[in-house]
């Protein structure tokens, strides 16, 4: 059984960087046509996409955070992360590590459990 | 990029009723690209339909979708306690992917 678990910072100041690392088992981030996306959801919104990598390291971002995002894999560790820069109040949300099927049917069967991130001084 | 409307925003019915839920994108999603989950307060949304119309593993037959181009529904066929929830779309034929704001389904 494949399970996600998102870690990283729950408070971050504005303007600064929010990091998320996504930890992967039960599976490889780096078998088969899986592809391994971050997604977003403020409190009572609904889901953003923000980007995703495949399992040798393409990536594809949202084009409304494209110039604040990376999202990079580390295939000795199994994890997948994020970087978002220059946050702001608009970004806090509860953020999702997600798998999906394959890079061009990129529905998601995994989630992690979510991790909230809140940008406030 | 897509966007999808669904409706109603709150549906409102007692167990052993049927639902529908509706989700109309503002352009065709390629190839019936577009997905359904459920998500319980407190918990990560679960995948439900992909493809339009197939069933994701381990959910149970009173779950179905159907629907091509821009309009796509889905259909709990008689209503558990458990199904109440929230129902998000998610289309994928083009990126960046898309989902709905969610309709809520509660108990009446």
């Known amino acids: 059984q494949v399970q996600l678990q998102e870690s990283g910072p729950g408070l971050v100041k504005p303007s600064q960087t929010l990091s998320l690392t996504c930890t992967v088992s039960?599976?490889?981030?780096?078998?088969?046509?899986?592809?391994w996306s971050w997604i977003r959801q403020p409190a009572g919104k609904g889901l953003e996409w923000i980007g995703r990598?495949?399992?040798?390291?393409?990536?594809n971002y949202n084009p409304s955070l494209m110039s604040r995002v990376t999202i990079s894999v580390d295939t000795s560790k199994n994890q997948f992360s994020l970087k978002l820069s220059s946050v702001t109040a608009a970004d806090t949300a509860i953020y999702y590590c997600?798998?999906?099927?394959?890079?061009?049917?990129?529905?998601?069967?995994?989630w992690g459990q979510g991790a909230l991130v809140t940008v406030s001084s | 990029e897509i966007v999808l409307t669904q409706s109603p925003g709150t549906l409102s019915l007692s167990p052993g009723e049927r639902a529908t839920l509706s989700c109309r994108a503002s352009q065709s999603v390629s190839s019936s690209n577009l997905a359904w989950y459920q998500q319980k307060p407190g918990q990560a949304p679960r995948l439900l339909i992909y493809g339009a119309s197939s069933r994701a593993t381990g959910i149970p037959d009173r779950f179905s979708g159907s629907g091509s181009g821009t309009d796509f529904t889905l259909t709990i066929s008689r209503l558990e306690p458990e199904d109440f929830a929230v129902y998000s779309c998610?289309?994928?034929?083009?990126?960046?992917?898309?989902f709905g704001q969610g309709t809520k389904l509660e108990i009446k």
């Open positions: 990598i495949s399992s040798t390291g393409s990536t």
């Open positions: 039960g599976g490889s981030v780096n078998s088969g046509s899986y592809s």
């Open positions: 997600a798998r999906a099927w394959d890079w061009y049917y990129y529905y998601f069967d995994y």
């Open positions: 998610q289309q994928y034929g083009s990126s960046p992917c898309t």
